[in-house]
């Protein structure tokens, strides 16, 4: 079966100034597939998913959703961050607004549904990262973990062709994190199409179809989490795995 791929760059290049963050970077990713992007800090993970949802500009190439190229600015564009979902190392929460509204603000402003129609979705959706329990609580109320997951189900309510994460877990105490990966397990093994840049390499074993490992801008190695993690192939994959694991 040969099916469109959902997310698709082609030749992408970025710089910043005179330093340049993407590489001629090729990468595709099918419907209901789940990649993990690893590879040292400033290897250009996050530029990478920024650019998937036009957080960031591209200097050329072409970045692709279900087979559309994607508009760089204009009114496509809120339609395509509707598309792509983004959860961010940081959560972004909207502090003054509680739980609940946090997940329907969007729905009801971009999606333009009625307030009874995203409560009852957004209240399934608190319910599917198990807090429903907090909706009606501020952000500041709730534990690193808690926030992190009403960030996912804010993401959830705008129903996205694809889920992109930013070091998801990277701010959350040590106890935090499995609770926000076994959200993440859940979505994947349900078969959301996922992009998630992590060092948590349990999670990647457990969850990715694919590795893609980036180094100094460049998509140095892509395999399977078993050969990448038993055999990788390149040096600098090699290095990279002795520190971390
Ligand atoms: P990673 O997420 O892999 O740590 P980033 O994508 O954040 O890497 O950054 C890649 C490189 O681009 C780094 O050298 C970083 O300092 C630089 N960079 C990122 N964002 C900006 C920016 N807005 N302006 C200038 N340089 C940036
Ligand atoms: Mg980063």
């Not at 910043?16 to 993990?36: A, C, N, R, T």
């Not at 940081?90 to 609940?100: C, D, E, Y």
């Not at 078969?191 to 694919?210: I, K, Q």
């Amino acid at each position: 079966m040969t099916a469109t791929p959902l997310v698709v760059l082609e030749d992408v290049n970025k710089h910043f100034g005179q330093l340049h963050v993407l590489k001629d970077i090729q990468l595709s990713v099918q419907s209901g597939e789940v990649v993990v992007v690893i590879g040292p800090s400033g290897s250009g993970k996050s530029t990478l998913c920024r650019t998937i949802n036009r957080l960031e500009t591209i200097d050329n190439g072409r970045i692709m959703l279900d087979g559309k190229e994607l508009p760089a600015e204009g009114r496509g564009l809120a339609k395509l961050r509707s598309d792509v979902g983004m959860v961010f190392q940081s959560f972004n929460l909207f502090s003054h607004k509680t739980v609940l509204q946090n997940v329907t603000l969007g729905p009801i402003k971009v999606l333009k549904k009625g307030r009874a129609e995203a409560e009852k979705r957004g209240m399934e959706l608190l319910d599917r990262v198990q807090i429903a329990d907090q909706a009606n609580k501020y952000p500041a109320q709730l534990s690193g973990g808690q926030q992190q997951r009403v960030a996912i189900a804010r993401a959830l309510a705008m129903n996205p062709k694809v889920l992109m994460f930013d070091e998801p877990t990277s701010a959350l105490d040590p106890e935090m994190v499995q609770e926000v990966l076994d959200v993440m397990i859940d979505l994947a093994t349900e078969g959301m199409t996922m992009v998630v840049v992590t060092h948590e390499m349990g999670f990647a074993r457990r969850a990715a179809h694919r590795v893609v490992f980036m180094a100094d801008g460049e998509i140095v190695e892509e395999a399977t989490p078993d050969e990448f993690f038993t055999n990788p192939q390149k040096q600098r994959a090699k290095d990279f795995l002795s520190k971390i694991l």
